[in-house]
């Protein structure tokens, strides 16, 4: 019965892998919380009570965060509406589960200075002509997640014929395959201009993915995960003090200046592949908590009703 529903997810709604994979803990979770193995699950035996039951274990003896705690909800929930829909249950018992508050955090992101860092620290590599086709890729993969505020699973997905450097233009597949237009500018262009010609004098005209790394014994092998992870944390992490240097980050930090800079909230909204306007609606909210700081910084109204002990009467 479970299986059928991850089946489902995963080849009718075309959810990514990584999503499936997460279904199946929460549901393995919730199994494991009854006491009875996945594929024996029996929706007449379950109750309401035993949703908030678990949920209570996840907050007080699992130490989850309530966001957490929300999220396997969710996926509960996804599980009943497919048996409802296939007649498999007649009841939906996670309708009345109220899930725990959690306040959404605000995104990080990187600094304009740290950005124009990473730059230097290319431009450098360059100008001694010294970069390697590792330096190239990874300062590419840098600017290509900044530039165009892509996800990590996107860049990995990139084909060499999604790219149009006539046009000035990527394509891209999204959550559940659904595609969008991504603008690029020149300087983006001839990075990876750069970038393919170091490619072809390592593996060649043809390739399977656009990212590749090279193995320990010299194989050119498509991108994995890890690697870009990997690549973003180290590059990043010599010029940020974030605890965080993903490419999630950069993705922040694409949003976050396209607003800086007077983009409207659609835009960006087009541009990031979000179904909701409210998805995107957090970055206004990054914006905010910027004009704020600097405002109690410099405002001479801003600490205190008295203001400054010399101020005349106007």
Same mark, same amino acid.
Request: net charge positive; glycine share 6%.
């Given at each position: 019965?479970?299986?059928?529903?991850?089946?489902?997810? !995963?080849?009718?709604?075309?959810? *990514? %892998?990584?999503?499936? +994979? @997460?279904?199946?803990?929460?549901? &393995? $979770? /919730?199994?494991?919380?009854?006491?009875?193995?996945?594929?024996?699950?029996?929706?007449?035996?379950?109750?309401?009570?035993?949703?908030?039951?678990?949920?209570?274990?996840?907050?007080?003896?699992?130490?989850?965060?309530?966001?957490?705690?929300?999220?396997?909800?969710?996926?509960?929930?996804?599980?009943?509406?497919?048996?409802?829909?296939?007649?498999?249950?007649?009841?939906?018992?996670?309708?009345?589960?109220?899930?725990?508050?959690?306040?959404?955090?605000?995104?990080?992101?990187?600094?304009?200075?740290?950005?124009?860092?990473? !730059?230097?620290?290319?431009?450098? *590599? %360059?100008?001694?002509? +010294? @970069?390697?086709?590792?330096?190239? &890729? $990874? /300062?590419?993969?840098?600017?290509?997640?900044?530039?165009?505020?892509?996800?990590?699973?996107?860049?990995?997905?990139?084909?060499?014929?999604?790219?149009?450097?006539?046009?000035?233009?990527?394509?891209?597949?999204?959550?559940?395959?659904?595609?969008?237009?991504?603008?690029?500018?020149?300087?983006?262009?001839?990075?990876?201009?750069?970038?393919?010609?170091?490619?072809?004098?390592?593996?060649?005209?043809?390739?399977?993915?656009?990212?590749?790394?090279?193995?320990?014994?010299?194989?050119?092998?498509?991108?994995?995960?890890?690697?870009?992870?990997?690549?973003?944390?180290?590059?990043?992490?010599?010029?940020?003090?974030?605890?965080?240097?993903?490419?999630?980050?950069?993705?922040?930090?694409?949003?976050?200046?396209?607003?800086?800079?007077?983009?409207?909230?659609?835009?960006?909204?087009?541009?990031?592949?979000?179904?909701?306007?409210?998805?995107?609606?957090?970055?206004?909210?990054?914006?905010?908590?910027?004009?704020?700081?600097?405002?109690?910084?410099?405002?001479?109204?801003?600490?205190?009703?008295?203001?400054?002990?010399?101020?005349?009467?106007?």
């Amino acid at each position: 019965m479970i299986q059928h529903f991850l089946d489902y997810i !995963a080849i009718e709604r075309k959810y *990514s %892998a990584r999503t499936v +994979e @997460a279904y199946r803990d929460d549901l &393995r $979770d /919730f199994c494991r919380f009854l006491g009875v193995p996945q594929d024996q699950y029996d929706p007449k035996k379950v109750d309401e009570n035993d949703v908030k039951t678990w949920m209570l274990d996840l907050l007080e003896e699992q130490k989850q965060s309530p966001r957490s705690v929300k999220r396997r909800l969710s996926a509960l929930r996804s599980f009943y509406k497919f048996l409802l829909r296939t007649k498999l249950t007649d009841r939906d018992i996670t309708a009345r589960v109220v899930p725990p508050k959690a306040d959404k955090p605000l995104p990080v992101f990187f600094r304009p200075e740290e950005m124009e860092a990473v !730059a230097r620290m290319n431009d450098g *590599s %360059a100008d001694a002509g +010294e @970069a390697t086709f590792e330096e190239v &890729r $990874d /300062f590419l993969i840098i600017e290509i997640l900044y530039q165009t505020g892509m996800r990590q699973a996107e860049l990995l997905g990139l084909q060499d014929a999604d790219l149009d450097l006539a046009q000035g233009q990527v394509r891209v597949f999204g959550k559940r395959r659904k595609e969008r237009v991504i603008p690029i500018g020149e300087a983006l262009k001839g990075l990876i201009r750069s970038y393919l010609e170091e490619r072809k004098a390592i593996a060649g005209e043809r390739s399977e993915t656009f990212l590749v790394k090279r193995t320990k014994k010299g194989e050119v092998v498509p991108m994995t995960k890890n690697t870009l992870y990997n690549i973003v944390r180290a590059r990043m992490g010599e010029v940020s003090t974030l605890k965080k240097h993903s490419p999630h980050v950069l993705r922040h930090t694409f949003a976050t200046a396209m607003l800086d800079n007077g983009a409207d909230i659609r835009t960006i909204q087009e541009l990031l592949g979000h179904a909701s306007l409210s998805t995107t609606q957090v970055y206004t909210h990054t914006t905010f908590e910027q004009i704020k700081r600097v405002y109690m910084a410099t405002h001479p109204r801003a600490k205190g009703a008295g203001g400054s002990k010399n101020k005349k009467n106007d």
